[in-house]
T-cell receptor, first 117, second 115 residues
Framework: GAVVSQHPSWVICKSGTSVKIECRSLDFQATTMFWYRQFPKQSLMLMATSNEGSKATYEQGVEKDKFLINHASLTLSTLTVTSAHPEDSSFYIC?????????????FGPGTRLLVL | SQQGEEDPQALSIQEGENATMNCSYKTSINNLQWYRQNSGRGLVHLILIRSNEREKHSGRLRVTLDTSKKSSSLLITASRAADTASYFCATDAKGGGTSYGKLTFGQGTILTVHP
């Protein structure tokens, strides 16, 4: 199946710093990628939809200036958590939708665990 | 907000038994998908059932979909200790535009299979 990678797999940072997380589709092109956040023992919450070559679409309640998304190519989307605070500590997961007709499956990355001290 | 509700929230069974998890949703869908997540890891896609399908099988997995009741079930037969994980349903809502491809996840069921 299609492979999606994320980097880094985990990161610890100080409060106030910015952290960039990369999401790559390794063997397919993805016009659209999605970013989710998952708190411990909870489900995935969609944060934003990342579209190649255009601005991301953010879900209600997600601050676009805090969570910067860039989808510069068909295989790479980045999420930057700006001025991170302890409450931003979470598991961030991206997914990519295969860019083919009748392909509805999304492929998920392994996730990035962020701890803000 | 999450539209999916799953039950039970937690399920504990013995190896060899069957495990059934249920999922309900609120809007019209294109398809419903089930995913598995091992503790602290990414999601693994298990099975997708389209809105015009009622039942689907994949190995030891059986998924049903009742669009009139807006509900789905996932049955894992002859469970193994390695099936221990969290299981999530996710709906792909109808409608294009900004809804295209967006998945809404249920709260998940934590399955524990004891050897």
């Amino acid at each position: 199946g299609a492979v999606v990678s994320q980097h880094p797999s985990w990161v610890i940072c100080k409060s106030g710093t910015s952290v960039k997380i990369e999401c790559r589709s390794l063997d397919f092109q993805a016009t659209t990628m999605f970013w989710y956040r998952q708190f411990p023992k909870q489900s995935l919450m969609l944060m934003a939809t990342s579209n190649e070559g255009s601005k991301a679409t953010y879900e209600q309640g997600v601050e676009k200036d805090k969570f910067l998304i860039n989808h510069a190519s068909l295989t790479l989307s980045t999420l930057t958590v700006t001025s991170a605070h302890p409450e931003d500590s979470s598991f961030y997961i991206c997914s990519a939708r295969v860019n083919r007709a009748h392909q509805e499956t999304q492929y998920f990355g392994p996730g990035t665990r962020l701890l803000v001290l | 907000s999450q539209q999916g509700e799953e039950d039970p929230q937690a399920l504990s069974i013995q190896e060899g038994e069957n495990a059934t998890m249920n999922c309900s949703y609120k809007t019209s869908i294109n398809n419903l998908q089930w995913y598995r997540q091992n503790s602290g890891r990414g999601l693994v896609h298990l099975i997708l059932i389209r809105s015009n399908e009622r039942e689907k099988h994949s190995g030891r997995l059986r998924v049903t979909l009742d669009t009139s009741k807006k509900s789905s079930s996932l049955l894992i037969t002859a469970s193994r200790a390695a099936d221990t994980a969290s299981y999530f349903c996710a709906t792909d809502a109808k409608g294009g535009g900004t809804s295209y491809g967006k998945l809404t996840f249920g709260q998940g069921t934590i399955l524990t299979v004891h050897p």
